[in-house]
Each structure stands twice: as C-alpha cells, then as structure tokens.
C-alpha cells in the first residue's frame, strides 16, 4: 500500500523527451486521484 501526496490530482506520463516515454501517449491519458470515495457511477462515466 500507499499514500497520494496532498495536493496531486493530476499525474502526466509520457511528457519526457528523454526517457522514450513517448510510446505511451495516448495509451495513459491521465491518473487522477480523488480523496473521497466517488460512486461507481461515476467512476464509470469518466472512464467509458
């Protein structure tokens, strides 16, 4: 297990030119971290 630092909502991938990581754009658009439960819902709205 883990913690989500304070203040991270949003976490960019595949921004660094010098890591290759490129090849995942468009594959992880966003990771967004909420600190409440959300309903399931809504979950799936913004993930369909």
């Known amino acids: 297990s883990g913690s989500v630092p304070l203040g991270l ?3 960019k991938i595949g921004r660094r030119p010098d890591n290759n990581a490129s090849q995942w754009n ?3 658009a ?3 971290y ?3 439960r959300q309903p399931d819902e809504f979950l799936q709205a913004i993930t369909a």
């Open 30 to 32: 966003r990771l967004v």
């Open 9 to 11: 909502t949003t976490i």
């Open 34 to 36: 909420w600190n409440t």
């Open 26 to 28: 468009g594959h992880i």
